[in-house]
């Protein structure tokens, strides 16, 4: 029997020799595990890495859910395996008779890496969440789906085709959005950044308003505060796969017009040809002063989860 699996979300143990680890090896890990995510306001690290020597790898250092292994022997390689010292567990193994083979390794599988990874801690957050789930199902009435997220979320706003989700958090909230959009919606071209980031724009000016929205300013004019993108930040868009769906994600800044909130969203937007529509789940922050990346992969894990029926 293996012991649980223990650590922090989005550290990676990393196990290479200290002589390795302050050079050209070193060096390679760290570009790759600590390279700076897109669409956060502040630089902060994909992960958190802690190198251990391997000669005091050993009992409870080995069960961190995540750990990188440097070894120099054979023939360059890379393997990942299951469980090794606890579950649940991702080691990756890599290898080479030289430096320069294994920062080859390193630098030629660095997308793998990074997403064996994350894919690890967005399942680790899944388990966590799911002690303790929510009960609402007005979500799958109404649009269709089903989405997984812990009780302490609760429903800020709902209509026939639109739910605003959130939680406080100590400094501020996490929210998801989940609504859909006519399968005409959306075009595959040149212009899809500017589709979405219309689209999301749109529905956020309707349901997420500013503090002071509808109040009245010093020159008698009614105050608009509503939810928008940042202009001078441009979203990051690439293709992925929800649900097994076709899914078009994008990353980052949202403020609020006439006010001083702001912060990251990740957006999805779910082909869902099935039911002629899209499905747009997104997430986002404000959390101000404070790191925002385990809160981005909180919900980034959130709206994985989705099932459209």
């Known amino acids: 029997m293996l012991a649980n699996s223990s650590g922090s979300i989005n550290n990676v143990s990393v196990v290479v020799d200290n002589e390795l680890w302050d050079g050209s090896i070193g060096d390679a890990i760290r570009n790759v595990l600590t390279e700076p995510i897109y669409g956060l306001p502040q630089d902060e690290p994909i992960f958190t890495i802690s190198q251990i020597p ?3 790898f050993s009992g409870f250092v080995t069960k ?12 360059p390689g890379i393997e990942i395996l299951n469980n090794v010292y606890a579950q649940p567990q991702k080691v990756i193994v890599i290898w080479g008779k030289t430096r320069q083979e294994i920062i080859q390794v390193i630098n030629e599988n660095a997308a793998k ?12 957050r899944r388990r966590q969440m799911a002690k303790s789930p929510h009960k609402f199902t007005s979500i799958q009435k ?8 812990p009780s302490v979320y609760r429903i800020a706003k709902e209509s026939d085709d639109f739910f605003w989700i959130r939680k ?8 998801l959005m989940i609504f859909e959009v006519p399968y ?3 075009k595959r071209n040149d212009s899809l950044v500017n589709q979405i980031v219309k689209l999301r724009d749109s529905v956020a000016k309707i349901y997420i308003k ?4 509808g109040e009245v300013n010093a020159d008698g004019e009614k105050i608009e505060s509503y939810m928008t993108t940042e202009d001078a930040y441009a979203p990051f868009i ?27 969203f990740i957006n999805y937007a779910i082909e869902d040809k099935i039911n002629k529509r899209w499905v747009i789940i997104e997430g986002f922050a404000f959390a101000p002063s404070v790191e925002k990346r385990d809160y981005m992969l909180e919900l980034e894990a959130i709206i994985k989860s989705v099932k459209i029926d």
């Open 54 to 56: 391997p000669s005091v």
């Open 64 to 75: 961190n859910r995540t750990v990188l292994k440097i070894e120099i022997k054979k023939d």
């Open 168 to 175: 406080e958090i100590t400094t501020g909230t996490t929210n």
């Open 238 to 264: 690439q293709e992925t796969i929800v649900d097994n769906k076709p899914t078009i994600e994008t990353k980052g800044i949202w403020d609020l017009k006439a006010d001083f909130m702001g912060g990251p």
């Open 142 to 149: 109404k649009l269709g789906l089903t989405i997984q997220f």
């Open 113 to 124: 890496i990074v997403e064996t990874f994350k894919n690890e801690e967005i399942a680790e």
């Open 210 to 213: 500013g503090r002071q929205d």
């Open 184 to 186: 005409n919606a959306i």
